[in-house]
């Protein structure tokens, strides 16, 4: 059960990490909109978070009170969820900042003839 977050954990961080090369270094702390999140301020967020699940797991760790610590599965489905969802965010901001030279990740969209 373990090498199967692990492995998910880096596929996603795969993905990000080549969505990211693809946002020019001057993106990376563009804003989409006012009150949006660049996609450095994303990944300093998940970084935190992973930092605060992860030290010293299961004993002092950031986990709030009130979620059942000793459920490692869960703790595990929550945060792996957790990162799916902002390293969706980081792939859609790399391709509004890569445009036409945006390189797929996985399947490449077919082209209409």
């Known amino acids: ?4 977050f692990r492995t998910d954990f880096g596929r996603y961080r795969d993905l990000g990490e080549k969505a990211l090369a693809q946002i020019p270094d001057a993106a990376l702390n563009a804003l989409p909109s ?3 999140n660049s ?3 994303i ?4 970084s935190g978070n992973l930092i605060s699940r992860f030290t010293d797991f299961l004993t002092t760790d950031g986990e709030k009170p009130d ?3 000793d459920a490692v599965h869960r ?4 945060s792996l969820a957790h990162i799916c969802y902002h390293v969706g965010q980081i792939v859609l ?3 509004m900042h890569a445009g036409s030279d945006w390189r797929w990740l996985s399947i ?3 082209k209409e003839p």
């Open 1 to 4: 059960m373990i090498e199967d």
């Open 34 to 36: 006012g009150d949006a």
């Open 39 to 41: 996609a450095a301020m």
């Open 43 to 46: 990944v300093r967020h998940v």
């Open 67 to 69: 979620r059942d610590r």
């Open 75 to 78: 703790a595990l489905t929550r």
């Open 93 to 95: 901001l790399a391709r």
């Open 108 to 110: 490449p969209k077919k």
